[in-house]
């Protein structure tokens, strides 16, 4: 019988991109972390520690953003979706600008760091929130729900866009969340934007890293990227990727369904913060035997 640990990565590892919004250069070093560390952001421009708490999230306009006092940590959750498909526990993630780099726009160059750096199990215990009752948060028409679920952590996501482009696709999707499950079907998936309000940002210094190398374009009724979509309905598997990296934010991997219409990073970061005011919604539990867990992460070293 093997026991479920703990994992952070096997060594450091360190990339660069550019900020979305800012346009310019930034380092990533992903760091192993001890046992119960959590996931640790570190500004290593301020010298200031920002750990990933679903109250932190204080901004929610384009992407998730965690902000402490004078730093901030913009567009974690395509980092955070890879780390989740990891089942990375124990993480320190370094940073030296106010954002992570957007890279792509996906999180398959986050997979890939993190393959890279390799997994090892550490000594504690994996503990996992497993949902006990309905719990659904709504803002007009959108809406978000994590329920009780015995096998693992099924995802179902419906967007709904008045755009020939994404309109031509199928908006819903469906994923039975492993390693391998995520990184095939939604991991590549690049976020995206019109290309009307990308000219609105930049001239008022947002975005000013977008490009059709790090996102899908739309003009008013079709997609502007030459190379077209990763995936026939990319829109709606970012729109999971993103949920993902919001929902990771909660602390801990999830054991529960999760439905949502036309959700975003708001309505995200409602849903964890109701189950986290709300402890008869959820219990914590580990797995002594590891082939009793629900959900398959990639082999550790």
């Given amino acids: 019988m093997t026991q ?4 952070t990565v096997a060594k450091a590892i360190t990339a660069t991109g550019i900020g979305l919004h800012s346009g310019k250069k930034v380092t990533l070093t992903l760091m192993p972390a001890e046992p119960d560390t959590g996931i640790v952001f570190e500004r290593t421009d301020l010298g200031a520690f920002v750990p990933m708490n679903a109250h932190l999230v204080q901004d929610t ?10 730093a901030r940590i913009g567009t974690v959750e395509h980092l955070l979706s890879a780390v989740a498909a990891f089942g990375l526990d124990n993480l320190i993630i370094q940073v030296d600008a106010a954002e992570i780099p957007i890279m792509d726009g996906s999180a398959a ?4 760091l993190i393959d890279q ?10 503990k996992f929130i497993k949902i006990t009752k309905p719990v659904k948060v709504q803002d007009d028409d959108k809406w978000a729900c994590l329920e009780p679920y015995d096998d693992g952590f099924l995802m179902d996501f419906e967007i709904d866009f008045n755009h020939a482009a994404i309109a031509a696709t199928c908006q819903t999707t469906r994923l039975d969340f492993n390693t391998a499950n995520f990184a095939t079907e939604v991991g590549q998936a690049r976020t995206f934007g019109f290309l009307k309000d990308l000219e609105y940002l930049k001239k008022n210094n947002l975005a000013l890293g977008g490009s059709l190398d790090n996102a899908v374009v739309l003009d008013d009724d079709s997609v502007v990227n030459e190379g077209g979509l990763r995936y026939p309905n990319e829109f709606v598997r970012h729109k999971m990727l993103d949920a993902v990296g919001d929902l990771y934010v909660i602390g801990h991997p999830l054991l529960a369904k999760f439905s949502a219409y036309k959700s975003g990073h708001a309505v995200n970061n409602a849903l964890i913060r109701a189950v986290l005011a709300d402890p008869s919604s959820f219990e914590i539990v580990t797995f002594c035997d590891k082939d009793d867990c629900p959900i398959v992460y990639v082999d550790a070293i």
Avoid at 4 to 7: E, N
């Fill in 4 to 7: 479920f640990y703990q994992r």
């Fill in 61 to 70: 306009m384009m992407s998730s953003n965690l902000v402490q006092g004078e």
């Fill in 109 to 112: 160059p986050f997979l890939y």
């Fill in 117 to 126: 750096a390799g997994i090892v199990e550490q000594t504690s215990l994996k």
